[in-house]
């Protein structure tokens, strides 16, 4: 995934473009780059490896940098190793374009273009789509009618801005499968990947649907799709503040996320729920009838989303709901057997993963039913593509390792059980109890986190491991997958998480005692299976880290360490227990000295294949 941004304003929109990187950073940061076009109408490109950082040096070391109009773009490598060269803006004769995305026909263009005397000069994909724009100027074509041209030829995934020498205060931006926002000013007009990079100079704006184009001349906006005709795209504005995106006291903003988890979880929650009743309204008017019919789930989604799927499959067959979870990579490319009266959740937190969107979009080519979108961002592809939707509220997520995102979607999966389940085994003193102990977790959340110290101390025993294993049961061993990821994500420690109960089936022979084993052990029915396996492990000298409930007896040995956590209702035990791994995998990223916030080769959502 990458980042865009472009502007046309009164005055110099250099300061409008960096401002706007920085808060797509968590988008990418191989290199970046920026193009302007001077008050000469000479377009001026400045490209750096690495964070915008390295990028705003290089502008500081570089003779001044000032235009009207202009691009820029934040990369995560795909084609190509990360290099100036490799960089965007990609130019070609007076034109320059920066593209979100992959470009699946690249190699047929660019051997094209090769017979035809291009000369390349990246290893990129992006490269061949500002030729054929270039093309297709040199055959007369204006600098809109030359980009709908080339984007017609064009396979794959992608959003794009360019600009052109030849056309100053013009800029011209496309989309098709990935996201591309427009945004309004007083006199001005923006491009970007999305609102967030806005914030700073608007929070008006348009969202381009899929195949969308459009052209912004001296600060007017023309939208037009992509038979060419003219568009109205509602005008929206955004209840995002500038702020969102500001660290504030914290170090980094997975600390300051995982601290806003309380309040993210009451948000999930507030004018959802009554004192004893789910208010079912609240997943729109469509859900009754939508649910009256659903016989069973199939939940799809990705990585942090993923796991939370996985979680929410216990708690719907508790209650007899038929329920099935699949990554979405593996959902969208293999031969189904289409169930009868399914109900399809599909779970992102940006709600612009590719894989996730293509496999929302399988499932409804193939009749699988009516689909759910649970996800954080109300103005995403995934939102506007599903038949009903439930917002988490979680608040922007800066930080590439998701946290309150997750326990978000739990709150809000809870509640989707809730809603199925009082049509399948559930009875109405059980949901009030379940409401019950929502109203709660909030403050349970607050308590948890107090165990900050504690972990923290712990976490200094990581300082030279490579290696971890992380055990769970029942609806906790995704909580222990979600821990090992975390772990693996932000301190490069190997981290692999099992359901205790297949120690014998392989993992017991890695274990030793230069081998780390985190375990979950909250008091319910499974607790005694896995003390033994606790048992299991302590016997080959495995140093055990065990989060237990105070309730469950476990108590510090030789080689065990215990962190207890308050006593918690079993129905919400995951969402607790996955604090505390959290705080555990970022202080170990502290001694590491990883960069938490933006770890290598990774990015916040995965726009592209």
């Not at 699949?326 to 959740?345: D, G, K, M, N």
Request: aromatic share 6%; charged share 20%; net charge neutral.
């Amino acid at each position: 995934m990458c980042g865009i941004v472009g502007a046309v304003g009164k005055g110099n929109v250099l300061p409008i473009l960096l401002d706007g990187l920085k808060r797509l950073e968590y988008r990418g940061y191989d290199s970046a780059g920026v193009a302007v076009l001077d008050r000469h109408h000479k377009l001026r490109r400045t490209r750096s490896v690495g964070r915008i950082a390295a990028l705003e040096q290089t502008l500081a070391n570089a003779p001044a940098l000032h235009g009207g109009a202009g691009i820029a773009h934040t990369r995560w490598a795909t084609h190509g190793v990360a290099s100036e060269a490799n960089a965007h803006p990609h130019t070609c004769g007076g034109l320059a374009l920066v593209c979100n995305g992959i470009i699946e026909n690249h190699e047929t263009l660019r051997a094209q273009q090769q017979a035809d005397g291009f000369e390349f000069a990246s290893q990129t994909d992006t490269e061949v789509v500002v030729n054929e724009i270039y093309r297709h100027t040199c055959a007369g074509l204006d600098l809109r009618a030359a980009v709908a041209a080339s984007v017609a030829v064009l396979e794959g995934a992608y959003a794009i801005g360019v600009l052109s020498a030849e056309a100053p205060q013009r800029l011209v931006g496309a989309r098709r499968g990935s996201s591309l926002v427009v945004g309004i000013g007083d006199g001005a007009a923006f491009i970007a990947s999305d609102m967030l990079a806005l914030l700073a100079v608007t929070r008006d704006y348009f969202i381009l649907e899929d195949g969308d184009m459009v052209d912004i001349q001296h600060g007017k906006i023309a939208i037009v799709n992509a038979r060419g005709q003219a568009q109205k795209r509602v005008r929206r504005t955004s209840a995002l503040s500038p702020a969102a995106t500001e660290l504030g006291e914290y170090r980094h903003y997975m600390r300051k996320e995982i601290d806003q988890q309380s309040g993210a979880i009451a948000n999930a929650m507030e004018g959802r729920i009554s004192d004893t009743r789910l208010l079912e309204q609240c997943f729109g008017a469509e859900a009754k009838a939508i649910f009256d019919r659903t016989r069973a789930v199939h939940i799809i989604a990705c990585g942090t989303s993923y796991h939370a799927g996985l979680v929410a499959a216990y708690w719907f067959e508790h209650y007899g709901v038929p329920c099935r979870v699949e990554l979405a990579s593996e959902f969208r490319s293999r031969t189904h057997v289409t169930p009868e009266h399914c109900l399809v959740v599909a779970l992102s937190q940006s709600g612009e993963t590719i894989d996730t969107l293509a496999a929302m979009q399988v499932a409804k080519q193939q009749r699988f039913g009516p689909c759910l979108a649970i996800c954080n961002s109300p103005e995403s592809s995934l939102v506007r593509a599903a038949d009903v939707v439930l917002m988490t509220h979680a608040g922007v997520e800066i930080s590439v390792a998701s946290t309150k995102a997750f326990t978000t979607q739990l709150t809000a999966l809870r509640l989707l059980v809730i809603a199925l389940g009082r049509r399948f085994a559930m009875t109405a003193e059980q949901e009030a109890h379940l409401i019950a102990e929502l109203r709660a977790l909030p403050s349970k959340v607050e308590k948890v986190l107090q165990l900050e110290p504690a972990i923290a101390a712990i976490a200094e025993q990581f300082a030279d491991k490579q290696h971890a294993l992380f055990l769970g049961r029942g609806a906790h061993y995704p909580v222990a997958m979600e821990g090992a990821l975390k772990l693996k994500e932000i301190s490069y420690i190997h981290a692999e998480a099992y359901a205790a109960g297949e120690l014998k089936h392989g993992p017991l022979a890695l274990v030793d005692s230069e081998m780390p084993v985190i375990s979950v052990a909250p008091n319910d029915r499974l607790l005694k299976k896995l003390k033994s396996n606790i048992e299991e492990v302590r016997a080959r000298k495995a140093k055990l880290i065990v989060f237990a409930d105070q309730a469950s007896k476990i108590r510090p040995q030789a080689n065990l360490q215990v962190i207890n956590i308050a006593p918690v209702d079993r129905s919400m035990a995951p969402i607790i227990y996955t604090i505390p791994l959290q705080l555990l995998a970022y202080h170990v990223a502290l001694i590491k000295g990883t960069d938490v916030d933006k770890p290598r080769n990774l990015a916040k959502s995965v726009t592209v294949e």
